[in-house]
């Protein structure tokens, strides 16, 4: 400017600001960059404001929602979070105020009211000239399906755990049920009636809790249902035995009775509702009292003969599952209906020999699992019971035939035409004696394989052995001394003996060997795919494992051939060996008869050779 004011020129200030144009550009194309991956990207991302509402969702954060990105702009953000999760957004909220970022599992709600599992990254925004909290950055993955597999996995092992531990609860059961009598040392009877069910009641205790349990049976040739044994908890806590009298089905209204007729398990949560009663003749059922407290979950399950779980479980109340609302049952049935398991003549359908039932004072005690377990264990019952029936009925048949043998004796020469037919009731007695005592498979001291069971298993084990070119060895093994041992300690000294060999043959044995006692002192076992050189290093491992075995005399008896008995290292306990022979198919015999042939001349050359020793096979022990 001059003096007067006036423009007498310009100064021209050039920067070269070609950088800053070009990071100006950079900027933009990055920014475009990050918007194309923020629109493209598989994973939810939302920014909030400090309030918690939307003011930015992505199209994969909408679309996992069921929303589109402008419809959740100015949504709350708690909107569409799960209840149960809201807590834990607030306090996530808490934390992100106070910068602090974030990871964790949340539950949203879709727009169609379903909910999706996702993971979630927050991360808290500040003002940049305050440094005030202004909001957060949220991104979320669904991992809905990877959340469904696990929880079908636990729920998978779950299921796995609960049904090892119900089948080992049920093989104990079923052991019990069925294990012999224990009259008297090595007694195979069957049990009685009144044995049966207090086994029921003892095994029962380990499905659940219990204040009350019964058996009733029921007789459908005369129409009678009897309550032999019934244990209730008393006053002081301690389970009381008592019986009830026995009544005629048509006569009797109780719940028991329903369960007979309707052949339904029956299972009432609470007895003192009475809308959970089942409907007969019009009327509910009313449980009969039975003990000095009021019963209130009551768990009742028909013994059926001859049905499989399968069977029980389809005639099983459809109303057992937790989340559902009991239902008492629909079809009425009248006390003077015929019960519909009764079999005419050439049907096939089980029929009902009782009911089991397990009682407690405390409602809603018993759960599907248990119920299941009852009726697997009612199939268990229903045969062992009905053993046990047969049994007695066969023991009232030889009581009331011994009076008429008696009577028969007493009368001979009035009744001695009567003879012949004593003698064949006598006998077709003992043909029925001896076909139950063929029929079981174990030998009852031992509890090994019993002879019937060793031909028929060799037999088949033979053949397939012939198939599929394998071998098949026997070991045969006999008690050196035995009648000496016994006459010298005597019987229970050797049955001690008999069974410390079958216990060493059962535990040293692979699973798939078969060990039996042929009889007396003798026992196989039957290796299959055993070749001779492994069977005799197993058999001589026997001998030397038994040799070793030491056993406690409780009476000493010295006869001429007691010098023969191994004394033990202590005084008063004494040893035995064993002789074992070892033939193997097919090289010493094509069928079962000639390999046990074989395996006991191999025995008898190892008796032969001063006992307590293992043999092989060889053409030279024909002799």
């Known amino acids: ?31 475009d960059f990050n918007e194309a991956i923020v629109q493209n990207i598989s994973e939810g991302l939302a920014v909030e404001d400090a ?23 100015g949504l709350q ?107 008297s040392p090595g007694d195979s009877s069957p049990r009685d009636v009144n044995t049966v069910i207090h086994v029921l009641y003892q095994q029962c205790q380990q499905i659940g809790e219990m204040d009350c349990f019964f058996v009733a049976l029921y007789n459908e040739d005369t129409g009678m249902l009897r309550f032999p044994v019934f244990y209730s908890r008393g006053e002081d806590g301690e389970m009381q035995v008592t019986s009830y009298d026995d009544s005629r089905l048509e006569d009797y209204t109780g719940l028991t009775g329903y ?76 006390p003077h209906t015929p019960p519909p398991f009764s079999r005419p003549a050439g049907a096939s359908r089980p029929a009902v020999v009782g009911v089991i039932s397990m009682q407690s004072f405390q409602p809603n005690m018993y759960t599907e699992e248990q119920i299941k377990l009852l009726e697997t264990v009612a199939v268990q019952a229903a045969i062992a019971l009905e053993n046990g029936r047969l049994y007695e009925r066969l023991q009232e048949e030889l009581e009331q035939r011994r009076q008429a043998e008696e009577a028969l004796l007493r009368a001979n020469e009035i009744l001695q035409a009567h003879v012949v ?28 394989f019993n002879r019937r069971y060793l031909h028929e298993t060799l037999e088949r084990e033979l053949a397939r052995a012939s198939r599929q070119d394998l071998p098949v060895s026997v070991v045969m093994a006999d008690i050196d001394y ?31 060997d078969i060990a039996c006692r042929y009889g007396g002192e003798e026992f196989v076992v ?43 290292k202590i005084r008063g306990t004494f040893r035995a060996t064993i002789s074992l022979g070892v033939a193997t198919f097919p090289e010493h015999g094509i069928s079962s008869d000639s390999l046990l042939r074989a395996a006991d001349r191999a025995m008898y050359a190892a008796k032969e050779a001063g006992r307590n020793q293992t043999r092989a096979y060889e053409e030279r022990s024909k002799a």
């Open 421 to 448: 037919e004593i003698e064949s009731l006598q006998a077709n007695l003992h043909a029925t004696l001896s076909r139950l005592a063929e029929q079981a498979i174990r030998d009852p001291l031992t509890n090994l």
């Open 77 to 183: 953000a708690l909107d569409i979070v799960a209840r149960d999760d809201i807590k834990l957004v607030e306090y996530a909220r808490a934390r992100r105020r106070k910068g602090l970022s974030d990871r964790y599992e949340l539950n949203l709600v879709r727009k169609n009211g379903s909910t999706i599992t996702v993971l979630v990254a927050g991360t808290p925004l500040f003002d940049g000239l305050t440094h005030e909290f202004s909001g957060m950055v949220d991104v979320y993955v669904d991992i809905t399906e990877r959340k469904l597999a696990e929880l079908a996995i636990s729920s998978s092992d779950q299921r796995h755990r609960r049904l090892v531990e119900q089948l080992a609860v049920l093989n104990r059961i079923g052991l019990a049920v069925f294990a012999p009598g224990e009259n």
């Open 526 to 568: 039957v290796m299959p795919g055993a070749p001779l050189e492994v069977a005799f290093q197993r058999a001589e491992r026997w001998r030397q494992a038994f040799e070793e075995l030491e056993f406690r005399a409780s009476e000493v008896i010295e006869t001429d051939l007691s010098s023969k008995v191994l004394h033990g």
């Open 1 to 31: 400017f001059e003096k007067n004011g006036e423009v007498s020129g310009r100064v021209v200030v050039l920067r070269d600001i070609t950088e800053r144009k070009r990071a100006e550009d950079d900027l933009l194309r990055l920014k």
């Open 259 to 334: 369960v007979v007729r309707s052949y339904k398990t029956l299972y009432v949560a609470d007895l003192t509702d009475s809308s959970q009663l089942p409907v007969m003749n019009g009327q509910r059922v009313m449980p009969l009292p039975t003990s000095h407290l009021m019963e209130r979950s009551f768990l009742a399950v028909p013994l059926v003969l001859g049905a499989e779980p399968a069977l029980l479980e389809g005639l099983a109340p459809n109303a057992l599952q937790p989340e559902a609302a009991w239902q008492p049952p629909q079809d009425p049935i009248s």
């Open 482 to 512: 035995f009648k000496p041992l016994n006459d010298t300690f005597l019987h229970d000294a050797g049955d001690r003996v008999l069974q410390a060999l079958s216990d060493l043959l059962r535990t040293q044995s692979r699973q798939e």
């Open 51 to 73: 309030e918690g509402h939307f003011t930015f969702v992505n199209p994969a954060g909408a679309s996992m929602l069921g929303y589109k990105p402008e419809d959740m702009v």
